[in-house]
């Protein structure tokens, strides 16, 4: 990891904390689709979950579980990997529909009306908790976020916490519906999908070829001691943007990046074998529907 | 610190049910007073567990508009009390926008105590989500005039230390120059102390508040819900010693790992937990012999108290007859996702004090906890090292350790 520089050594090099992509997973799912999982999971080969273990989990936890196995199988990736990794999960507005649920039947039936299951099942910690029992990792867990900066938040985290000096990785999952649900009608028939994507981080290494992601602050690498709110980026970036970026492009080139609330910038460059050059596109402006309203990408349309 | 620069708590705030100041609280914790009562906020004739560690109304910082302080909700009250108090403390409010000023909060159910609170006043701020365009961390951010990053944590009870964990990493990175750590919590709601109650874990001693939470005692029945939070200034020691700073404490030590067994039930595997506690002592690079104080997880559970002993004794061994271990839940009652950041708040006192906060309503130890208890009132002692343990549902497992500076 390569620190920022402190504000009594403005930097002349690169400062930002890099990290690598060893594999990733990205899911849209139905509520249909999540009902079907939900009742019937195939976990990849060497993982056994336990008996009813998605029974009381949010539709959030079965899909970043969806999106990490996806990531596992794409890249080969055997589940005894991981016992050590940190484990991040960065929902958006986790227990929503449920807790909405709970109110209503409180306010009917009173305290006994109250699920014993929510709290422990619905919960900012609850992704990264179930991920970690899943995959039998002892590394540490924890929830990031919880509202519409939960990306951005747990990307910048765990960008904090790859370590080359340990070493340490991270897998880092950021989930959340699209558009957010109508609670007050069912889920299935509303068109509408759960969003998850699982990055697995690691320390970059010289021979890497795939995704890279940096943070660095902007412009000068200086520091701004503007109070946040003041700060030309009004929106967080969000997990579809990055999903976005890392979706199959046709001629396999990219770097993507954006600014961040605290002022930091982040960019997910495509490491390929040298001489191609890497090139630039446009990120597509948010659909609305997750009230994010912000453009994903930066620079212009494919410069090579 | 050889290969890293030490980072140093130089500022202190928080809101307890023992007080909203440090010398209030920390009088209180060394007097072994309890902070727990039965709930007069809300109806509780139809929970099982009718009894909270609950915060007085938070103050209004000074130089804030009282009135519109009064508008905003009371975890954002919260969490700006121990966030200004703690600036104030360590005498960089006034500088705080000279500097990269990050914020690390833990707090566990922001959203739902906010669509709760909502909702009871008829608010229909659950069903509109685009309304909650900010969380709490950036919203107090912006009040607080904040530059740096701000992020919200959560590990239920473990929350606190992991706070403390990210916030030292930030500032041994250099992404930041100052960072706000801590966590707060406002969970003793009626969903709140109904979904705990429904769960079997609360303690039904409703008759005896202040008797209700008794850690490593043979009569526990359970832990009680508590309110309230705790926030430190860090700052690298190099910053702290240009500015001749007042220090409480280095952040010396921190481990964390995941038990991957359950989402509620603890795990019989005791080595997880001691991985975290070796992590932080290693961290720390000390032997568990150098250890002067444990403030222990323990909430006051059958189950969860009998667990930390056996990790105690697995990480302590022969040294552990002779480390005081006291529980300060029996005090504050449980603050669940603040509980972390309030202990720490302990173990600041007890070096300050030289003196072990007690556990209380400790009349009848566990034999199955068999440890160096400070039952019910404190016990005069160097404290240098402080060891502070917080596990939390998720199956996490934390440990800090702070050191004299």
Same mark, same amino acid.
């Given at each position: 990891m390569?620190p920022?520089?402190s504000p009594?050594?403005?930097?002349?090099t690169?400062?930002c904390?890099?990290?690598?992509?060893l594999?990733?997973?990205?899911?849209?799912l139905?509520?249909?689709?999540?009902?079907?999982?939900?009742?019937?999971?195939k976990?990849?080969?060497?993982?056994?979950?336990?008996?009813?273990?998605?029974k =009381?989990? %949010?539709?959030?936890?079965?899909?970043?579980?969806a !999106?990490?196995?996806q990531?596992?199988?794409?890249?080969?990736?055997?589940?005894?990997?991981?016992?050590?990794?940190?484990?991040?999960?960065?929902?958006?507005?986790?227990?929503?529909? !449920?807790?909405?649920?709970?109110l209503t039947?409180f306010?009917?039936?009173?305290?006994?009306?109250?699920?014993? =299951?929510?709290?422990?099942?619905? %919960?900012? =910690?609850?992704?990264?908790?179930?991920?970690s029992q899943?995959?039998?990792? =002892?590394g540490?867990n924890?929830g990031?976020?919880?509202?519409?900066?939960? !990306?951005?938040?747990?990307?910048?985290?765990?960008?904090?916490?790859?370590?080359?000096?340990?070493?340490?990785?991270?897998?880092?999952v950021?989930?959340g519906?699209?558009?957010?649900p109508e609670?007050?009608?069912p889920?299935?028939g509303?068109?509408?999908?759960?969003?998850?994507?699982?990055?697995?981080?690691?320390?970059?290494?010289?021979?890497?070829q795939?995704?890279?992601?940096?943070?660095?602050?902007?412009?000068?690498?200086?520091?701004?001691?503007?109070p946040?709110?003041k700060?030309?980026?009004?929106?967080?970036? %969000?997990?579809e943007?990055?999903q976005?970026?890392?979706?199959?492009?046709?001629?396999?080139?990219?770097?993507?990046g954006?600014p961040l609330l605290?002022?930091?910038y982040?960019?997910?460059?495509?490491?390929?074998p040298s001489?191609?050059?890497?090139?630039w596109?446009?990120?597509?402006?948010?659909?609305?529907?997750?009230?994010t309203?912000?453009?994903?990408?930066?620079?212009?349309?494919a410069?090579? | 610190?050889?290969?890293?620069?030490?980072?140093? @708590?130089?500022?202190? *705030?928080?809101? $307890?049910?023992?007080?909203?100041q440090?010398?209030?609280?920390?009088?209180n914790?060394l007097?072994g007073r309890?902070?727990?009562?039965?709930? $007069?906020? +809300?109806?509780?004739?139809q929970?099982?567990?009718?009894?909270?560690?609950? @915060?007085?109304?938070?103050?209004c910082?000074?130089?804030w508009?009282?009135?519109?302080?009064?508008?905003?909700?009371?975890l954002?009250?919260?969490?700006?009390?121990?966030?200004?108090?703690?600036l104030v403390?360590?005498?960089?409010?006034?500088?705080?926008?000279? #500097?990269?000023?990050?914020?690390?909060?833990?707090v566990?159910?922001? /959203?739902?105590?906010?669509?709760?609170?909502?909702? @009871?006043?008829?608010?229909?701020l659950?069903?509109?989500?685009?309304?909650?365009?900010?969380?709490?961390?950036?919203r107090?951010?912006?009040?607080?005039?904040?530059?740096g990053?701000?992020?919200?944590?959560?590990?239920?009870?473990?929350?606190?230390n992991?706070?403390l964990?990210?916030?030292?990493?930030? /500032?041994?990175?250099g992404? #930041?120059?100052?960072?706000?750590?801590?966590?707060?919590?406002m969970?003793?709601?009626?969903?709140?102390?109904?979904?705990?109650?429904?769960?079997r874990?609360?303690?039904?001693?409703?008759?005896?508040?202040?008797?209700?939470?008794?850690?490593?005692?043979?009569n526990?029945?359970? +832990?009680?819900?508590?309110e309230? *939070?705790?926030? +430190?200034?860090?700052?690298?020691a190099?910053?702290?010693?240009?500015?001749?700073?007042?220090?409480?404490?280095?952040?010396?030590?921190?481990?964390?790992?995941?038990?991957?067994?359950?989402?509620?039930?603890?795990s019989?595997?005791?080595?997880?937990?001691?991985v975290?506690m070796?992590?932080?002592?290693?961290?720390?690079?000390?032997?568990?012999?150098?250890?002067?104080?444990v403030?222990?997880?323990a909430?006051?559970?059958p189950?969860?108290? #009998?667990?930390?002993?056996?990790v105690?004794e697995?990480?302590?061994?022969?040294?552990?007859?002779?480390i005081?271990?006291?529980?300060t839940?029996?005090m $504050?009652?449980?603050?669940?996702?603040a509980?972390?950041?309030?202990e720490a708040?302990?173990?600041?006192?007890a070096?300050?004090?030289?003196?072990?906060?007690?556990?209380?309503?400790?009349d009848?130890?566990?034999?199955?906890?068999?440890?160096?208890?400070?039952?019910?009132?404190?016990?005069?002692?160097?404290?240098r090292?402080?060891?502070?343990?917080?596990f939390?549902?998720?199956?996490s497992?934390?440990?800090?350790?702070?050191?004299?500076?």
């Amino acid at each position: 990891m390569k620190p920022f520089p402190s504000p009594q050594m403005k930097a002349t090099t690169a400062p930002c904390l890099e990290c690598d992509v060893l594999a990733f997973g990205s899911v849209s799912l139905t509520p249909q689709e999540l009902q079907q999982l939900r009742q019937n999971f195939k976990a990849p080969e060497g993982i056994k979950l336990p008996q009813g273990f998605f029974k =009381h989990a %949010s539709e959030q936890t079965i899909a970043a579980l969806a !999106a990490v196995f996806q990531a596992m199988t794409r890249q080969g990736l055997a589940a005894n990997t991981f016992a050590d990794w940190y484990v991040l999960g960065a929902p958006r507005f986790i227990g929503r529909a !449920a807790m909405a649920g709970a109110l209503t039947k409180f306010k009917i039936e009173g305290a006994w009306g109250v699920s014993p =299951h929510l709290i422990p099942h619905r %919960s900012l =910690h609850s992704i990264s908790g179930a991920i970690s029992q899943a995959l039998k990792i =002892h590394g540490p867990n924890f929830g990031i976020g919880g509202g519409r900066s939960s !990306a951005e938040e747990g990307l910048l985290t765990s960008a904090t916490l790859v370590d080359a000096s340990r070493p340490t990785a991270v897998w880092i999952v950021m989930t959340g519906w699209d558009p957010e649900p109508e609670i007050t009608t069912p889920n299935i028939g509303q068109n509408i999908a759960c969003n998850a994507l699982a990055l697995a981080l690691v320390p970059i290494r010289a021979d890497f070829q795939g995704w890279r992601m940096r943070i660095t602050r902007p412009e000068d690498f200086g520091y701004s001691t503007e109070p946040v709110n003041k700060q030309r980026v009004s929106e967080p970036l %969000s997990l579809e943007q990055v999903q976005w970026a890392l979706a199959p492009m046709s001629n396999g080139k990219f770097m993507a990046g954006w600014p961040l609330l605290n002022g930091g910038y982040l960019t997910l460059e495509q490491i390929l074998p040298s001489p191609v050059k890497n090139g630039w596109a446009r990120g597509p402006h948010c659909n609305g529907t997750n009230g994010t309203g912000k453009t994903a990408g930066i620079g212009t349309e494919a410069k090579s | 610190m050889s290969d890293r620069t030490a980072v140093w @708590i130089t500022g202190v *705030g928080a809101a $307890t049910p023992l007080g909203n100041q440090y010398e209030q609280i920390a009088d209180n914790l060394l007097a072994g007073r309890s902070g727990v009562r039965t709930v $007069t906020a +809300f109806d509780v004739s139809q929970h099982p567990s009718q009894i909270a560690g609950q @915060i007085d109304p938070v103050p209004c910082p000074s130089g804030w508009d009282p009135e519109a302080f009064s508008q905003i909700h009371e975890l954002e009250q919260l969490a700006l009390w121990c966030c200004s108090q703690a600036l104030v403390d360590s005498g960089w409010w006034e500088r705080r926008q000279e #500097v990269r000023l990050g914020l690390v909060l833990g707090v566990g159910a922001e /959203l739902q105590v906010m669509w709760e609170t909502d909702s @009871i006043k008829g608010g229909n701020l659950i069903y509109e989500p685009e309304r909650y365009r900010e969380s709490l961390v950036h919203r107090a951010g912006s009040k607080l005039g904040i530059s740096g990053p701000a992020v919200t944590v959560s590990a239920a009870c473990a929350s606190g230390n992991h706070a403390l964990a990210a916030a030292r990493r930030w /500032l041994e990175l250099g992404i #930041v120059d100052v960072c706000l750590a801590g966590a707060c919590d406002m969970c003793a709601t009626p969903m709140g102390l109904a979904g705990f109650g429904n769960l079997r874990a609360l303690s039904r001693r409703n008759s005896e508040p202040a008797k209700a939470s008794r850690p490593f005692d043979r009569n526990r029945d359970g +832990f009680v819900m508590g309110e309230g *939070g705790a926030m +430190f200034v860090l700052e690298p020691a190099t910053s702290a010693r240009r500015r001749s700073a007042r220090v409480y404490a280095e952040v010396a030590g921190c481990g964390a790992s995941s038990d991957a067994h359950n989402m509620v039930i603890p795990s019989p595997n005791a080595e997880p937990a001691k991985v975290a506690m070796r992590q932080a002592l290693a961290d720390a690079r000390l032997a568990p012999s150098e250890v002067d104080y444990v403030n222990a997880h323990a909430t006051s559970t059958p189950v969860g108290d #009998v667990a930390e002993a056996r990790v105690l004794e697995g990480v302590f061994g022969e040294a552990l007859p002779r480390i005081p271990v006291s529980s300060t839940k029996s005090m $504050t009652g449980h603050l669940l996702t603040a509980a972390a950041a309030v202990e720490a708040l302990s173990c600041l006192v007890a070096m300050e004090r030289n003196a072990v906060p007690p556990t209380i309503n400790l009349d009848d130890p566990d034999p199955e906890c068999d440890l160096c208890h400070v039952p019910n009132q404190s016990r005069p002692h160097p404290v240098r090292v402080a060891v502070s343990n917080s596990f939390g549902f998720g199956g996490s497992n934390t440990c800090l350790i702070l050191k004299a500076v």
